[in-house]
């Protein structure tokens, strides 16, 4: 089955405590990219990434990192996670340019 | 800031067609708009996309205007399953920034009994 799929669903940790969230697709998908959402903001893309070993910027990439060592997984890394990253993540991969979009199911993270 | 522009909100009885409207204005000439919609807080689900040409699959259909600064999302029968917020976007386009995807706070829509 066609799929993104995202580690952890939730999670609470504590301010400062580094921590990472998983994405595989398994669609062999070339872009992926990663967005939070937040009441009343909609999704904000953090960063994305067109193929392995390419990455940028989106709207809101303070506080966080990014790396595409293979094509399947693009892991969203915190750092230094502070309570301001409080927030519903998701994952998504698509084929190129016009592809559309495979969202994983999210990541509730909760940082105290 | 985002590219498009929905109404915040709008209800719709069931069976009946719901029409969504999005303003993209500020659209290139070889962007792409496309729907999505998210049910509660679910991973948002792609509906339909388009260039320039009326659009239509199973979900639903695309209405692109002429001009291309607007387009219509329309579910032809609406259901309680339609109940969701929908996402207007286009693709950035530019050499160096086409992966990059700007999602407004899209249009609650509820469909009712």
């Known amino acids: 089955e066609a799929q993104v799929t995202q580690n952890p669903r939730y999670l609470i940790t504590v301010t400062g405590k580094k921590l990472t969230v998983t994405c595989s697709q398994n669609?062999?998908?070339?872009?992926m990219s990663w967005y939070r959402q937040d009441p009343g903001l909609g999704l904000r893309q953090i960063y994305y990434?067109?193929?392995?070993?390419?990455?940028d910027k989106g709207d809101v990439p303070e506080g966080y990192k990014v790396s595409r060592k293979e094509k399947r997984n693009f892991p969203l890394i915190l750092e230094s996670p502070s309570p301001n990253q409080t927030s519903l993540y998701f994952c998504?991969?698509?084929?190129?340019?016009?592809?559309?979009?495979?969202f994983g199911e999210g990541s509730r993270l909760t940082v105290l | 800031d985002a590219k498009t522009t929905q109404p915040p909100s709008m209800d719709c009885a069931e069976g009946r067609a719901a029409n969504l409207p999005c303003n993209h204005s500020t659209i290139s000439g070889n962007e792409y708009v496309y729907w999505y919609r998210q049910i509660h807080s679910q991973g948002p689900q792609y509906i339909i996309h388009?260039?320039?040409n009326n659009e239509t699959n199973e979900m639903a259909s695309l209405i692109i205007t002429e001009d291309r600064k607007s387009s219509t999302l329309i579910l032809p029968h609406a259901t309680l399953r339609d109940t969701a917020v929908y996402y207007c976007?286009?693709?950035?386009?530019?050499?160096?920034?086409?992966?990059?995807?700007?999602f407004g706070a899209g249009t609650q829509v509820v469909v009712t009994p």
């Open positions: 388009g260039l320039k």
């Open positions: 976007i286009v693709r950035v386009l530019g050499a160096d920034s086409w992966g990059k995807l700007q």
């Open positions: 669609m062999n998908h070339e872009y």
């Open positions: 990434s067109m193929n392995v070993e390419v990455t």
């Open positions: 998504a991969s698509s084929f190129g340019y016009t592809g559309e979009l495979f």
